[in-house]
Structures are given as C-alpha cells and as structure tokens.
C-alpha cells in the first residue's frame, strides 16, 4: 500500500459510542464522524471508505473491531495505550481528540504507536479458560481467607491446611456459634475446588492434544501446564522474538530505565506486558529457590544472585530467575531442544577431570 494513495484513519473506541477522524496524506482532516460501536455501523462506515491505515487502542472492543475493519481491507493498528502517553497527558483529552492522535501517529510511523497483534478466537477461547480458573483460585482464597479472620476473631484458630483440603478439615473445628454464618461459605469453596479440578483437567488435556510444544517448557522443574500454556497462548508465535532475550522485557521483568546526566538509578521493574503470566513465573521462580526446589543451573545461579545481600536481595532473585526462566522457554519453544537442567554443573566437574 502506498502512503501517497492512502487514507489515515483513528478510531477512538467507546463503550456504546465511537469517534472516528479521517486524514488524507497531507495530513489535513477530512471528516469527523461518531458511530455506535457495533458491527453493523462499523461495516457500514469502513465498507464505502477507500483503503486505509486505520489506528484504534486496544481495548475492550478492539478484537472484534479490528479483525471486522481488517476484513473490509483496511491496514489495521492496535495501538499498545500503556504506551501512548501522548494521550492520556493531553490536557486537552478527549474522544475527537484522541481519534485525531491516533490518526496522525499512524501516519506519521506506525512504530510510535507499538502496535500490538490480538490472538486468534480459538487461542483466545482457550486462554480464557485460564484466565477463568484463576478467577475461581482467588475467590477461593478470599473466602478462606474470610472464614479464618472470623474464627480468629473469636478467639479460635482453624489449622494449617491446603485450600484444596480446607472445607474438609475447617467444618470440624469451628466454633458452634459461627457455623450458621461459615458453613455455606464452606460449601461454596467446596464448589469451587471442584470446578479448579475441573479446570486442571481440561488444561491438561489441551497441552496434549492441541499444544505439544508445552511438553519442552515442562521439562523445567516449576513449570507445569498451567505455566506452560499461559506462556504459549500469551506470547502466541516464538518467532515474534528475534532472541529470546527481547521476553524479559515483553513481560516487564527488566528494570525501569531513568537515566539522566551521571545520574543512573535502579528502580522496580517496568510490570509491562501480561500481569497474570509474570505471576505464574514469579511463582515457577519461587518454587525453584525454595526449599523443595531440585538442585539445577538455574537454582544456583539465583541463590548466588540472592546471597549478594542487601535489603531486597531475595526479591530480586526471585524477579532474576522469573526472568531467565521466560527466556528459557522461549529458547526451548524455539529450537525443539532438549531440557539439561545441570549442563554448567557437569561442565564444572568435567572441566578439572580433563585438564589432570
């Protein structure tokens, strides 16, 4: 598509409302418009427009409106908004305003925009069968949570226990009083346990049946196919890494960057990207320095991170190994390679058998 041939065009998506602004090669508008955000008035507006880079934030309507705008032949960018703080600093923000942005960004280099690529409806299906699981997880967690402070505040403890045992253990220490009140929220996390059972089956059964390449991420102690599948129907195509160095990053488990002058700080982490796929590897990562954690090259390469002291020296090796252990995986999804969980630990011991 040439750019002297083509329209630029920023779609602001609203809930019930739309705002779109059209601009030709010169950069000068040529029309405003408001649409309801439906299909029907999005194919009637995109289906009498000539070709067009079309730009719009990702969003809550942005899957379905993109692939319907892509479809009618249109160049289509989602725009990353956590990236576009040209917007949402705009004194003067709104929607006219935020659609004509997005318009003249487009035109002027799509990269300003850092466009992101939506997933396809199946892989979308499937990831929110994930994403449901760990809603039904942090329920849980909540009500136990509840049904413990209320014990607790009445002088009683309930013992130590999994969640997936509490509604069996809990129902026989609670104080006679308060089982009115607790024993139908032991009931509800009864339910909840099940369908997490549930859940855990059909995602294993996903792994073996529609994605095998999370069988080479699971070779690594930690990962396992919740970890696995997440990391799969997140990041969507290895290829879209050139090194698997560039995931850290696209998971925002590298640190901020502040510098200025001589003065070079080391704040947090950027927190980027999928929130809930940086929690299962914080948690892989964690599970690899614990203490049930099985001797390996990445295990020791964390404690040595966490042994060079200072106040959050433990943290950040957490955060260290949830980052290298997303750089592994890509790098096993990549190659199709084989898993050596002590390939510097035997490279040390052979090391001085050769040289005597």
């Known amino acids: 598509m040439s750019k002297n041939s083509m329209l630029f065009v920023g779609v602001d998506l609203g809930d019930k409302f739309s705002h779109v602004t059209v601009l030709d090669q010169e950069g000068e508008l040529v029309e405003e ?100 699981r760990d809603v039904f997880v942090r329920t849980r967690t909540l009500l136990i949570n509840h049904v413990r402070g209320t014990v607790k505040a009445s002088g009683e403890r309930l013992p130590s226990c999994s969640a997936r045992s509490f509604h069996h253990k809990a129902g026989d220490s609670l104080p006679e009083a308060l089982q009115p009140a607790v024993l139908p929220i032991l009931e509800t996390v009864a339910r909840l346990t099940e369908q997490i059972k549930v859940f855990d089956q059909k995602i294993e059964e996903l792994c073996k049946e529609s994605y095998p390449e999370t069988q080479l991420m699971r070779q690594i102690s930690g990962v396992g196919p919740l970890t696995a599948l997440a990391y799969v129907l997140t990041l969507k195509d290895p290829g879209r890494f050139h090194k698997s160095r560039e995931v850290g990053p696209a998971l925002g488990l590298v640190p901020r960057r502040d510098q200025s002058g001589d003065q070079d700080p080391q704040p947090h982490i950027t927190r980027t990207g999928d929130v809930y796929l940086r929690r299962l590897l914080v948690v892989a990562a964690q599970y690899i320095l614990g203490p049930f954690g099985p001797d390996c090259d990445l295990r020791r390469w964390g404690l040595k991170v966490a042994e060079r002291g200072g106040k959050n020296a433990k943290k950040r090796a957490v955060v260290a190994v949830a980052r290298k252990l997303a750089i592994l995986m890509h790098r096993l999804w990549k190659t199709g390679e084989a898993y050596d969980p002590s390939y510097q630990i035997r490279g040390e011991i052979e090391a001085p058998s050769l040289a005597a």
Request: net charge positive; proline share 5%.
């Open 33 to 132: 418009a408001r649409l309801p955000t439906n299909r029907a008035a999005f194919e009637r507006k995109f289906s009498v427009l000539s070709r067009s880079r079309v730009a719009m934030e990702v969003g809550g309507h942005s899957r379905w409106a993109s692939q319907l705008v892509e479809d009618l032949g249109h160049e289509v960018l989602v725009a990353n908004a956590r990236k576009l703080k040209v917007i949402y600093t705009n004194p003067r923000k709104g929607d006219e305003a935020d659609a004509e942005t997005l318009a003249r960004l487009a035109r002027l280099d799509p990269k300003l925009l850092s466009p992101i690529h939506h997933r396809s409806p199946q892989a979308q299906a499937h990831l929110s069968m994930i994403r449901s």
